[in-house]
């Protein structure tokens, strides 16, 4: 473990903004006199007491008494009104209070009354707890007349100090409640009127059986008209991820945080637990957290305690069938188990597969106990569950299954037939990364099983090849290397020129895909084809060619890609391989591209869509979409472009291809076209990392093209730090030097540090032109945001009088202008001419070349803007943004207004702060309307009045403790506050809080002295 994790209430709140503005309204509305109570309900450890505590901190902020109790874990038989006794004591004058209220005294002994009114007080405690003492009336004993002086005494206060300011009361773990509590609260929902008073409850639903005690009063208090509830679920996968993050202070390896976030399932204290005591190996479970989740299921009678432990060896769901036969108990006697399992939420009851399974609630619940189980006890079980396995004909899975079980109970014969089987079944299945890891299994027993006990239509070669294969297609490049030179090695020994051939065609695939290793990869299928050469035609022999012609072809070797390529469609038309046909007619297809004949290019495209699906060639069929989908982006037709690669990426999930090589092509196509569009949501849905099934090399792509709209949107600290994240990775793939160097660009626009964005600039294009050759295409996007950067610097330059640093920046900006001209003209384009987005950059540059020298040309920024009118709306909001700018400067306001408001509702749609912010700011300061309402004067402020004053006073250089004494508040509440300021400005410290909000004019300087 590399660092300690902190608790989920020392980081910003995650992913609840949508349940805490809920509750903030709530809040409100009672503040104004619309009294309201609030359930809050969610699995243990799901977060409610975090919110609850975000809640007071609003509340507290707002003027209002906050008084919190909480229920303890001691059933029936715990003390009454624990959690009002401690939520009262909170109060700012219990002595007066109780004056006022004496039968609040029951709560409070350690409070002396005067002598009469403690008489009193003693008689109603007496009729309070002992029956029959002052006779009855009604129907109720009189000791409910005690109880309810009692309940009246704690309205009567609360609504007394609701007189003078809002209250909120809190009552957290309402599942532990006595029955007392119980009935004062309801005592109380049931009389909210008009005072200013909110009541908020939170309980575990997952505690909830059919029995429990609890249920009574959620049936009563639903039907008051002043209830609210509110369900807390757990985090989405990506949420899961950012609060994992946030706990470890970005001190994990990705791959360990989305383990540790998918093993929690959205629980944040799962999460917590896990994260604090995770081992190396990532396969513990920490203590405390089994205690925690062993606990639900000791409270089972015995034979439900055996059910649960010979479910857990079956996985998170089991068949009732399998269960009746591995429990080996009466199937009367096993219901009734059951039952038991389900009313105590340990089991879910579901359908599956046209199966009555039992599911555990939670999956952390059976890992806690399969470990407790005994070795002996584990192998027992296992064993029993393979019997009754190969004894039957399970559905689909119940290959895996047998393996799983015959590995744990140690029978390897029977484990690698069934891996083997299971390995087919999932790819026939379309789960690719299901099937390599069944293939590893088999790979990792072949050479423990004795020869005479393996199958006898497999070998290890073969084995290899498909793992290399199922790698590839899963998205696993480098594993898909490792594997295929594994069977090239072995292919050798055996002899085999065929197999040799075979092997070496599969490697070649393999290396082609990862970034760097297309030299290696054309050596590894020059040797395939000398094999083959000569041969009479058949398939392995077509597909070698097709391999060659397409490495050929990335090689910039037109003349000889399209000379084996057109071999490939006569050699494979004559054997009858489609999918080889299909496959060189992409080759084909990018060739044409190449040369201009778009449309002829297109229309092979689209023959070869048309035989890879008819033939099954499902990877044929995705690249063929994808180069179909990237012609029309290049081509500045954006609608098209989307509707392709969604098309694509369609196919892909619905065949187990979504990360294949192609596959995550489209995706990645997915992102970067949907940025352009402004279809934002979709860009960043699509930029999700899969989880552990991918290489580094794809998380990386994905995470790169995905920061557009993580700077675009303004999240600029969390941008900064995948930044330095990803400089290691540059090397890994070209797009990812060349969309960090883009991002890093623009990140350092926004954040206003023109000197460390040039310099970035400049190791990017260094970087580029070493990998990519002196006139990559990246070169015209780096050079025109270079460029604007060099320009921030020449103004700064000249507003410090600063001659020769002007001078620089407009020099080196200069240069870089030129070299998106040159780039333009002598680059080489994959369709063989620059498309519209290039000539926009250019567009771009240029008129950025004119702000450098200090009179920004409208006619260059009007350009630009047109430019990018092919559909890159957020970049031409930009340039209107400047356009507006030069406008201004030129005295002409009433372009200017049209323009800046244009884009100002691009802005705001797409969430784009920072823009937005700008556009507002030069508005501010040029007296332009971006509505039809009055010029805007002053910034909106997204902080509370409370947060404002702590951020002055840190502004100040004040420590987080004279900030509480300052304001009468705890070290503690300072540090919610900064967290929450600091998450609003997408800060990860004061300092550079506090210069975030300078730069965006949140703060200003006379605030602060």
Same mark, same amino acid.
């Given at each position: ?10 980081i910003p709140? *995650?992913?609840?903004?949508? +349940?805490l503005?809920?509750l ?29 505590e ?20 001691a059933?029936?038989t ?17 002595e007066?209070?109780v ?9 409070f002994?350690? *409070? ?5 009114e ?7 405690a007496? $009729?309070? *707890?002992?029956p ?13 007349i005690?109880q ?26 309402l599942?532990?409640a ?7 609260l309801s ?7 008009e005072?200013r008073i ?13 029995r ?7 049936a ?8 609210e509830?509110l ?14 993050t946030?706990?470890a ?22 999460a917590?637990?896990l ?7 990532g396969?513990s479970?920490p ?5 925690v989740?062993l606990?639900?299921?000791e409270?089972?009678?015995e034979?439900?305690q055996?059910?649960v ?25 096993l ?11 340990v ?10 399974v039992?599911?555990?609630?939670h ?10 189980l005994?070795p ?10 393979a019997?009754?396995?190969a ?13 799983h079980h015959?590995?744990e109970?140690h ?8 891996s ?8 026939d !299945? ?6 390599l890891d069944?293939y590893e299994?088999?790979l ?8 005479a006990?393996?199958p ?6 073969t084995?290899?090849?498909?793992a ?5 297609r899963s998205?696993e490049?480098?594993r ?20 040799s051939?075979?092997?070496?065609r599969?490697?070649?695939?393999a290396?082609f895909?990862?970034?760097g290793?297309e030299? +290696?990869?054309?050596?590894v299928?020059?040797?395939a084809w000398?094999i083959?050469d000569g041969w ?16 050929l072809?990335?090689?910039r070797e037109?003349?000889?890609?399209r ?8 050699e ?7 999918g ?5 007619l ?6 044409d591209?190449?040369?201009?004949? $778009? ?15 008819d033939?099954?060639?499902?990877s ?11 012609s ?13 690669i ?6 892909a999930?619905?065949t187990g291809?979504?990360w ?5 092509e489209l995706?990645?196509m997915k992102v970067i ?5 402004g279809?934002?949501d979709d860009?960043?849905?699509a ?11 794809v ?11 993580? *700077? ?6 969390e ?9 290691s ?25 023109? +000197?460390?964005? !040039? ?11 070493r ?8 070169n ?6 270079g ?5 921030d ?7 410090r ?23 333009a ?5 994959r $369709? ?6 290039g ?6 540059a ?10 920004? &040309?409208?006619?260059?920024?009007a350009? !630009?803007?047109?430019a ?5 709306i ?19 306001r009433e ?8 884009? &100002?509702e691009?802005a705001?749609r ?5 823009l937005? &912010? ?23 402020d997204?902080f509370?009045p409370?947060?404002? $004053? ?12 004279q ?10 509440t300072?540090s919610?506050h900064l967290?929450?300021?600091m !998450? ?14 300078y730069?965006?004019g949140l ?7």
């Amino acid at each position: 473990m590399q660092g300690v994790a902190r608790l989920g209430s020392g980081i910003p709140m *995650v992913a609840r903004d949508r +349940e805490l503005e809920r509750l903030r309204a709530v809040f409100e509305r009672s503040a104004k006199g619309t009294a309201t109570a609030v359930l809050i309900s969610g699995d243990a450890g799901v977060g409610k007491t975090r919110v609850t505590e975000e809640l007071a901190t609003v509340a507290r902020d707002k003027g209002a008494v906050v008084l919190v109790g909480r229920c303890l874990d001691a059933g029936e038989t715990g003390l009454p009104y624990l959690p009002f006794a401690e939520a009262l004591s909170q109060i700012p004058d219990r002595e007066q209070a109780v004056l006022a209220h004496t039968a609040l005294a029951r709560l409070f002994p350690d *409070v002396s009354l005067p002598t009469r009114e403690r008489r009193e007080n003693n008689l109603s405690a007496i $009729t309070a *707890v002992v029956p029959g003492a002052g006779g009855r009336v009604g129907n109720r004993p009189e000791q409910d007349i005690g109880q309810l002086q009692l309940f009246d005494a704690v309205h009567g206060v609360l609504t007394d100090l609701a007189a003078t300011r809002p209250v909120l009361l809190i009552i957290e773990d309402l599942h532990w409640a006595d029955g007392s509590t119980r009935r004062l609260l309801s005592f109380l929902v049931s009389r909210l009127r008009e005072q200013r008073i909110m009541i908020a409850g939170t309980y575990r639903s997952d505690d909830l059986h059919r029995r429990h005690p609890l249920r009574p009063l959620l049936a009563e208090l639903v039907r008051q008209p002043a209830l609210e509830r509110l369900d807390l679920t757990p985090f989405s996968a990506a949420d899961s991820r950012q609060f994992v993050t946030a706990l470890a202070e970005d001190g994990l390896p990705d791959d360990l945080v989305r383990e540790v976030a998918g093993r929690s399932e959205g629980n944040a204290f799962f999460a917590e637990e896990l994260l604090a005591a995770y081992t190396e190996d990532g396969e513990s479970l920490p203590a405390t957290l089994v205690d925690v989740l062993l606990a639900r299921v000791e409270r089972l009678s015995e034979t439900a305690q055996h059910v649960v432990r010979v479910a857990s060896v079956s996985g998170r769901r089991v068949p009732h069938a399998d269960l009746l036969a591995v429990s080996e108990l009466p199937e009367p006697e096993l219901e009734e188990a059951l039952r038991e399992a389900v009313q105590h939420h340990v089991f879910v009851a579901k359908q599956h597969q046209w199966m009555d399974v039992y599911a555990f609630r939670h999956a952390l619940l059976r890992e806690a106990v399969y470990g407790d189980l005994l070795p002996g006890e584990r192998v027992r079980l296992h064993a029993a569950y393979a019997r009754n396995l190969a004894a039957n004909q399970g559905p689909r899975g119940a290959a895996g299954a047998l393996a799983h079980h015959s590995m744990e109970s140690h029978q390897l014969p029977q484990a690698l037939s069934a891996s083997i089987a299971a390995a087919r079944e999932a790819k026939d !299945a379309g789960a690719p990364a299901e099937s390599l890891d069944y293939y590893e299994l088999a790979l990792k027993l072949w050479e423990a099983v004795p020869p005479a006990d393996r199958p006898a239509d497999k070998d290890e070669v073969t084995l290899l090849r498909k793992a290399s294969y199922m790698a590839g297609r899963s998205g696993e490049p480098e594993r898909a290397v490792s594997f295929a030179r594994s069977a090239v090695k072995l292919a050798d020994e055996s002899g085999d020129r065929a197999t040799s051939a075979m092997m070496r065609r599969r490697l070649a695939s393999a290396l082609f895909v990862v970034e760097g290793r297309e030299r +290696e990869a054309l050596q590894v299928i020059e040797q395939a084809w000398a094999i083959v050469d000569g041969w009479p035609p058949d398939c392995e022999k077509s597909w070698i060619l097709a391999v060659y012609a397409l490495i050929l072809r990335s090689m910039r070797e037109p003349e000889e890609a399209r000379k084996f390529a057109e071999l490939a469609v006569q050699e494979a038309r004559a054997c009858d391989e489609t999918g080889v046909v299909a496959d060189a007619l992409v080759t084909l297809a990018a060739l044409d591209e190449q040369n201009g004949r $778009t449309e002829e290019s297109r229309e092979r495209l689209r023959e070869a869509i048309r035989l890879a699906h008819d033939d099954g060639e499902l990877s044929v069929e995705l690249r063929a979409r994808y180069y179909l989908g990237i012609s029309t982006y290049e081509q500045g037709e954006l609608a098209d472009a989307v509707r392709i690669i969604e098309e694509g990426i369609d196919r892909a999930r619905s065949t187990g291809l979504a990360w294949s090589t192609y596959g995550f092509e489209l995706r990645a196509m997915k992102v970067i076209s949907r940025y352009a569009t402004g279809d934002w949501d979709d860009s960043e849905a699509a930029a999700e990392p899969p989880g552990m099934r991918v290489s580094s090399t794809v998380s990386a792509r994905l995470a790169a093209v995905g920061s557009y709209v993580m *700077v675009g949107r303004g999240r600029l600290a969390e941008a900064t730090r995948l930044a330095a994240e990803l400089r290691s990775e540059w090397h890994r793939d070209f797009q990812i030097g060349a969309a960090m160097g883009a991002v890093g660009a623009e990140l350092a626009l926004w954040q206003g540090r023109p +000197e460390e964005g !040039a310099k970035l600039v400049r190791e990017a294009l260094e970087w580029a032109s070493r990998v990519g050759g002196q006139w990559v295409l990246v070169n015209i996007r780096l050079g025109a945001l270079g460029a604007a950067l060099c320009a921030d610097l020449a103004e700064r330059a000249a507003r410090r009088k600063d001659e020769a640093e002007r001078r620089a920046a407009v020099e080196e900006g200069t240069r870089l202008v030129e070299l998106t001209r040159q780039t333009a003209e002598f680059g080489r384009p994959r $369709t063989g001419t620059l498309g519209p987005e290039g000539l926009a950059w250019v567009a771009r540059a240029e008129a950025e070349e004119s702000r450098l020298r200090g009179a920004s &040309d409208p006619g260059l920024w009007a350009a !630009a803007v047109a430019a990018f009118d092919y559909g890159a709306i957020y970049e031409q909001a930009i340039c209107r943004w400047r356009l507006g700018e030069a406008l201004l400067g030129a005295e002409r306001r009433e372009e200017a207004t049209s323009v800046l408001r244009t884009a &100002d509702e691009v802005a705001t749609r797409l969430d784009a702060r920072p823009l937005r &912010d700008a556009l507002r700011k030069l508005a501010r300061r040029g007296r332009v309307a971006l509505t039809d309402g009055a010029v805007p004067r002053e910034t909106l402020d997204p902080f509370t009045p409370r947060e404002r $004053t702590v951020l002055k006073l840190v502004a100040l250089g004040r420590t987080n403790r004279q900030v509480g004494e300052e304001l009468f508040i705890s070290e503690k509440t300072v540090s919610v506050h900064l967290s929450r300021i600091m !998450a609003k400005l997408g800060a990860t410290r004061r300092a550079e809080a506090v210069a975030i909000a300078y730069d965006r004019g949140l703060l200003v300087q006379q605030e602060v002295h």
